[in-house]
């Protein structure tokens, strides 16, 4: 599979910001710490803050945010912190990603993961920490595929899906 995890470059801000909208209307996420007056400058320099483990939040740790790409295209983005906060140690994980909707069921998602666990065991983590929802089974089946042990089914609010924790060795 011709799929690379890379850095966000100049030339990417068109189908980047496309992504963006795209996953936004699915209530998802494609370019993290993003605000819609940013410059893509900006936000590139908020990645590389990220990459070096400047100003940390709630939302930010040390970590890399990357395009994933297949023949030159932008199919979907990695984000794989190498620290937990609070916020990743009880809800984000390690690892996260998107596969744009035209792109789905085709492996990608699961390719990333795989990828992904490297970029993070050459960070330093050593288990890695994975978060998904109980009803997301594209998600859960690319961690299952990628050797992920379910470690508990979180319970959610009453009519909102409950989490899955899993480790990954
Ligand atoms: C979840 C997501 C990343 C899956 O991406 P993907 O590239 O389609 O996943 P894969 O092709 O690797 O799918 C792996 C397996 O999961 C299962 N699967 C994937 N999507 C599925 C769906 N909608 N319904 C049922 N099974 C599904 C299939 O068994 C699939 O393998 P198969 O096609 O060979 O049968 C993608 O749907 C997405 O980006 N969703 C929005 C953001 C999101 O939920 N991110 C994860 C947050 S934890």
């Given at each position: 599979?011709?799929?690379r995890l890379r850095p966000y470059t100049v030339d990417d801000e068109r189908?980047?910001?496309r992504a963006e909208e795209i996953a936004a209307a699915e209530d998802s996420m494609f370019l993290l710490g993003m605000e819609p007056e940013m410059t893509w400058a900006e936000f590139l320099a908020i990645v590389e803050e990220q990459r070096l483990g400047l100003n940390p939040s709630k939302y930010r740790v040390r970590g890399l945010q990357l395009a994933a790409t297949v023949d030159g295209e932008l199919i979907g983005r990695a984000?794989?912190?190498f620290e937990?906060?609070?916020f990743f140690a009880t809800e984000g994980g390690h690892i996260g990603y998107v596969v744009l909707p035209e792109y789905?069921?085709?492996g990608y998602a699961t390719e990333i993961l795989r990828q992904s666990l490297l970029i993070a065991r050459a960070g330093g983590v050593d288990?890695?920490?994975m978060y998904c929802s109980d009803s997301n089974v594209g998600s859960y089946t690319a961690i299952e595929r990628c050797g992920g042990v379910l470690d508990e089914v979180i319970a959610n609010d009453e009519g909102e899906?409950?989490?899955r924790r899993y480790w990954i060795e």
């Open positions: 599979m011709n799929l189908a980047a910001r984000s794989v912190r937990l906060n609070e789905r069921r085709r288990r890695i920490l899906p409950s989490w």
